[in-house]
């Protein structure tokens, strides 16, 4: 059976409707390259369209009976499909509010992954890093890294030229680099999240 016209899809909604695993199977390879790559479009990431699409195949699934009063499927499952990826996108825009908000911190603490335990892990690394560095770049660090104060403000609190803040935050991050490099196999990984 192919969809070539609306009764197609009625019939292939009734199929579905009483679990018909054949028609949802064609009803699945019809559609998942639409959905793909509405929620592609959307969210753009691979793996978070995937993610959508299989939801809105399985609550396709799911309605059962009750599919049978959906008026047009496609639209149904696009419409369904997009204010899944919507929560999503607003989900991911909390979560990188919260991080910016607190740190990061608040993630970390209640992920137990692999991703969660490797972030923990590095950012106890450079934290001893921080520790490690003289006590003027370690201070101007702090400020401007961590409290994200400019050099112009950093300067003005530490009482010294923005193009000295401007040199001892350039040998700080020259000395975190070597000193991650040199006692972690993590630092690719630091990079990517971004940790400093």
């Given at each position: ?127 001893d890093g921080i520790c490690s560095l003289p006590p003027q770049q ?9 409290e994200g104060l400019k050099y112009e403000e950093a300067a003005q ?40």
């Amino acid at each position: 059976m192919t969809i070539n016209s609306p009764e197609d899809q009625k019939q292939l909604q009734a199929r579905i409707a009483i679990g018909d695993q054949q028609a949802f199977t064609l009803f699945y390879n019809a559609y998942y390259p639409v959905i793909y790559g509405f929620a592609r479009h959307l969210l753009r990431s691979d793996e978070l369209a995937v993610d959508i699409v299989q939801e809105s195949m399985l609550h396709v699934w799911r309605l059962g009976t009750k599919l049978e009063t959906v008026n047009h499927l496609e639209s149904y499952i696009k419409t369904f499909a997009k204010r899944r990826a919507i929560d999503m996108l607003r989900r991911r825009a909390v979560e990188q509010k919260a991080e910016k908000t607190l740190g990061g911190n608040w993630k970390e603490e209640h992920n137990d992954t692999e991703e969660g335990i490797l972030l923990r892990e590095g950012r106890k690394i450079l934290q001893d890093g921080i520790c490690s560095l003289p006590p003027q770049q370690r201070l101007v660090y702090e400020l401007c890294q961590q409290e994200g104060l400019k050099y112009e403000e950093a300067a003005q609190r530490l009482g010294i030229s923005a193009g000295t803040v401007k040199t001892h935050l350039k040998l700080a991050m020259r000395f975190l680099r070597e000193y991650i490099k040199n006692h972690s196999d993590l630092a690719p990984l630091l990079i990517i999240f971004k940790l400093f």
